[in-house]
């Protein structure tokens, strides 16, 4: 069956430094790679789309990479703020059937 | 700004209870998604539309039904309220262009005692 894992454990990243967060996928090829942001609470927001044929996409500090041989992405957040701590989830999406298989997210926590 | 409404934010039923979670997006998406979250289990899917009065199962559909008589109008339906259905409620859409996330609502907490 389809697998998503992302790093259960928190992530603490200083101020101003590089986050770097990982989804990786198993038995699957999906055409579409999305990533969201969901504060305690709240429903998830979307962040970022990337293609099974880009390699890389950015949006002001994001930055998202897909690699289809290594069935992985990674999401960047350069010169990371403490409003930046929230947790992230990484989603892939078949064709255009408009479902998505979840991962279960990764907390992270930028420390002042 | 374009935005999904749950109807509430909080609710508390009792154990065999109808339960009725609304949901309204204003941006004209034919697709409406409707999913709980539980720590440790991530999002799982209940039921999606992809135009009026068209529902399909999702990954979890048992106790739930669902109702779309409008575009804009999604609406989840706990036929009778069971402890185990205590989570968070989350209520989401797209438009049918795949290049875009989906829009989800703030959720609806609901406890079941």
């Known amino acids: 069956s389809q697998k998503i894992e992302q790093n259960s454990e928190a992530l603490n990243i200083q101020e101003g430094k590089t986050a770097t967060l990982t989804c990786n996928y198993t038995?699957?090829?999906?055409?579409?790679l999305q990533w969201y942001r969901q504060d305690p609470g709240r429903g998830p927001v979307f962040l970022l789309l990337?293609?099974?044929n880009e390699k890389e996409k950015r949006k002001e500090r994001l930055k998202v990479t897909f690699d289809t041989t290594l069935k992985q992405s990674l999401f960047h957040i350069t010169a990371s703020q403490p409003a930046d701590s929230a947790t992230y989830l990484c989603?892939?999406?078949?064709?255009?059937?408009?479902?998505?298989?979840w991962g279960a997210g990764t907390k992270l926590i930028i420390k002042p | 700004d374009v935005k999904v409404t749950q109807s509430s934010r909080y609710l508390v039923k009792r154990t065999g209870e109808k339960v009725f979670l609304e949901c309204v997006q204003d941006?004209?998406?034919?697709?409406m998604f409707w999913y709980r979250q539980d720590p440790g289990l991530g999002l799982r899917l209940i039921y999606f539309?992809?135009?009026?009065?068209?529902?399909e199962k999702g990954d979890i559909p048992e106790g739930y039904s669902v109702s779309r008589e409008k575009k804009e109008r999604f609406s989840l339906i706990l036929e009778s309220a069971s402890t185990n259905q205590t989570s968070m409620y989350l209520c989401?859409?797209?438009?049918?262009?795949?290049?875009?996330?989906?829009?989800f609502g703030s959720g609806t907490r609901l406890t079941v005692v």
């Open positions: 941006m004209d998406h034919e697709n």
């Open positions: 989401a859409s797209r438009s049918g262009q795949a290049l875009y996330g989906y829009t």
């Open positions: 038995n699957y090829s999906p055409a579409y």
């Open positions: 539309s992809y135009d009026v009065k068209m529902k």
């Open positions: 989603a892939l999406e078949r064709d255009s059937n408009y479902q998505l298989i």
């Open positions: 990337i293609r099974e």
